[in-house]
């Protein structure tokens, strides 16, 4: 059974930084695409970075140069360096995962994700 549990958010300032977790078990992780997605209050879900079994990388174009999507294959973990944050950035942190080891097409398409974590808050403030 698949699971996906995020960790490490929390309240920062404007221009500080975070570090998220997602420990997956049930399943080797770093074989398959997994992302980060977030959901700001009255907005829609938004993929923010994705990763596949090569390593390759997408991000949205709001974080790009900010966060960075990372994995620790020993540790079965998703990470997500985050940077520079500003207000905008304040959202729950979902951890998704798929068992595919590529996603050709949108990887930042939460249709493309079938196991979801409970998400993590982050809020930033000015």
């Known amino acids: 059974q698949v699971q996906l549990v995020e960790s490490g958010g929390g309240s920062v300032q404007a221009g500080g930084s975070l570090r998220l977790s997602c420990a997956a078990s049930g399943y080797t992780s770093s074989s398959f695409c997994m992302a980060w997605f977030r959901q700001a209050p009255g907005k829609e879900r938004e993929g923010v970075a994705a990763?596949?079994?090569?390593?390759?990388?997408t991000y949205a174009d709001s974080v790009k140069g900010r966060f960075t999507i990372s994995r620790d294959k020993g540790k079965n973990s998703l990470y997500l360096q985050m940077n520079s944050l500003n207000p905008e950035d304040t959202a729950m942190y979902y951890c998704?995962?798929?068992?595919?080891?590529?996603?050709?097409?949108?990887?930042?398409?939460?249709?493309?994700?079938?196991?979801w974590g409970q998400g993590t808050q982050v809020t930033v403030s000015s």
């Open positions: 998704a995962s798929d068992l595919r080891l590529w996603i050709a097409y949108d990887p930042l398409g939460d249709e493309q994700y079938k196991y």
């Open positions: 990763i596949d079994s090569d390593g390759r990388k």
